[in-house]
């Protein structure tokens, strides 16, 4: 079982950045990717936003890319998404997710945090 805990979102100016964090406790068999996941306002759906994999490759969905850095402190335990500069439309719910298996015969799960709260506005 995993625990994750976001923090970091806020109201900032366009232009301006932002590090979220991702607190993990708990433990897992095996990480497949930790991922950053945001959620605008009047949308149901989640959008993947940055990949982390295991094997250290990291994606980044086009919008932004070269903005955006996904990156982990093993040793926290802690995933962070780098966002500079911000725009407009970043304004979402921002959530993390680890994506693993919680033992060797066990199918893939995903964990979620509570999310955090990003405003992009002048």
């Known amino acids: 079982q995993v625990r994750l805990v976001e923090s970091g979102g806020g109201l900032v100016q366009p232009g301006g950045s932002l590090r979220l964090s991702c607190a993990a406790s708990?433990?897992?068999?095996?990480?497949?990717?930790r991922n950053w996941y945001r959620q605008a306002p009047g949308s149901q759906e989640r959008e993947l936003v940055a990949?982390?994999?295991?094997?250290?490759?990291?994606n980044y969905e086009h919008a932004v890319k070269g903005r955006f850095t996904i990156s982990t402190d093993n040793a926290k335990n802690t995933l962070y998404l780098e966002m500079n500069p911000l725009k407009h439309e970043d304004t979402a719910v921002y959530y993390c997710?680890?994506?693993?298996?919680?033992?060797?015969?066990?199918?893939?799960?995903?964990?979620w945090g509570q999310g955090t709260q990003v405003i992009v506005s002048s």
């Open positions: 990949t982390l994999s295991s094997d250290g490759g990291s």
């Open positions: 997710n680890v994506r693993g298996y919680d033992n060797p015969d066990a199918s893939f799960r995903d964990y």
């Open positions: 708990g433990s897992i068999f095996r990480i497949i990717a």
